[in-house]
């Protein structure tokens, strides 16, 4: 099967981005004051902000001209996404009153971690490449272990001061978001698994996410925020390959929509059945990158098959890298790499996840906007979001 492209650019050197860039449409804004007192984020290259910069091949990494609309300052060093600017965890975090991500959790200073301990901002433990299973993505942070990383920050957070019932409070009213699914599919188009193991393959990726999020929701998690699997036929990479010259690879498509139907169904009965007091919010990045690709100009972009950084048919044939023949305008560019999309792409995307109309159409059971201010039970119960700036202020 042609397409199912692995989510991650290719393993190309670390190279320190050194060029000036005007193009960009990423300047950091300061939004109010932060609605929750952490983030902490998980899954694979559409939301890690770093964490592989500091793993050794064969792990993906995010090289120039990746981070070349990243404001010049804000960050040391502009790679580490696997886009031209931000990516959908800082679009999320800024959209909570963050400036971006929290940051990469394998680049913590020392103030960061200190941050980390006392329940505030959160961290990043995505890894470019990663998947539900272990199987997928050699040499990332497979979701179990970033879900074991995060066990071990809990652990650290309760010997302070806080203590074990303050941290459980903190993290109650604090976001968890993971974006993951995507890179699982490479076993289709990598040979280890054929379109007659779906049926068997994809309740298998649905059950072991849920196994993962029960282990967050054991570790204190009560507001979660889920993306699922985008429409991985309609990536550069996928129609570059397509035998339907550049279309859509329908194929890789309805497994992505099978899986994505089918986390919907067994979260909400695992819910339910097992997780009081979880509340959740499923943002379809399937339908919102989808409804881009089929109308463009409603978002403002106009290039919606080619991608903005690589080569060959559809600049997708090969990866991004320093040498790559890059677009002209990026913020016209729905997709930046083979499987990425482009900073002007995720900040619509976030914005869709957020605005009151868009938000019925694509977030289920519950919006954004309720998922982060609704009162809650467990640990957090009865908080308004008055009362929760108020706690956190007494907190900090
Ligand atoms: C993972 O990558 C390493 C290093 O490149 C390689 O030796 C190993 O065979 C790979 N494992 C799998 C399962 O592909
Ligand atoms: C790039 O594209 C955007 C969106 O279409 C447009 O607003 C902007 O003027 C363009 N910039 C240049 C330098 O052409």
Redo the contacts with the bound molecule.
């Keep these: 099967m042609a397409g199912a492209a692995l989510l991650a650019a290719a393993a190309v050197a670390f190279v320190v981005c050194s060029l000036a860039s005007a193009?960009g449409d990423g300047q950091p804004r300061r939004h109010r004051p932060a609605l929750l007192p952490a983030v902490y984020v998980f899954g694979d290259s559409l939301v890690d902000v770093g964490n592989n910069d500091f793993l050794p091949l064969p792990a993906p990494r995010a090289g120039f001209p990746c981070g070349v609309d990243l404001p010049r300052g804000t960050l040391g060093r502009r790679t580490g996404r696997f886009t031209n600017g931000y990516n959908l965890a800082d679009f999320i975090a800024q959209r909570v009153g963050f400036n971006m991500s929290p940051p990469a959790y394998l680049s913590l200073t020392p103030q960061e971690s200190l941050n980390l301990l006392s329940g505030r901002v959160g961290a990043n433990y995505a890894s470019g490449g990663s998947g539900i299973l272990d199987d997928t993505g050699n040499g990332t942070i497979t979701l179990r272990e970033q879900i074991k990383l995060f066990a071990n920050t809990k652990a650290s957070m309760t010997k302070t001061e806080l203590g074990h019932n303050r941290v459980n409070r903190l993290l109650s009213r604090s976001l968890f978001l993971i974006s993951t699914a995507g890179n699982d599919f490479s076993a289709f188009s990598q040979g280890r698994a054929t379109m007659s193991d779906a049926s068997s393959y994809i309740p298998n990726m649905v059950s072991t996410y849920l196994k993962h999020i029960k282990v967050l929701y054991n570790l204190g998690a009560r507001r979660l925020r889920l993306l699922d699997a985008v429409p991985i036929g309609c990536l550069p990479g996928s129609r570059a390959s397509s035998v339907n010259d550049g279309a859509c690879d329908d194929v890789a498509n309805s497994l992505a929509q099978q899986f994505n139907t089918l986390l919907r169904l067994e979260m909400a009965s695992a819910t339910a059945a097992a997780m009081p007091g979880m509340e959740y919010s499923i943002a379809s990045i399937y339908n919102i990158i989808s409804d881009m690709i089929s109308n463009p100009p409603l978002d403002?972009?106009?290039e919606v098959a080619s991608a903005c950084c690589g080569g060959g048919k559809l600049n997708a044939e090969f990866t991004c890298s320093a040498t790559s023949n890059l677009c002209?305008?990026r913020?016209?560019y729905v997709f930046w790499d083979t499987v990425h999309e482009t900073q002007?792409a995720y900040r619509r995307a976030v914005a869709a996840m957020f605005d009151s109309t868009a938000a019925a159409m694509y977030t289920e059971p519950i919006s954004f906007h309720q998922l982060v201010t609704r009162k809650q039970g467990g640990p957090g119960a009865g908080i308004d979001l008055e009362h929760s700036f108020a706690d956190q202020a007494a907190e900090i």
């Design positions: 193009t403002g972009l106009e002209t305008n913020s016209q002007a």
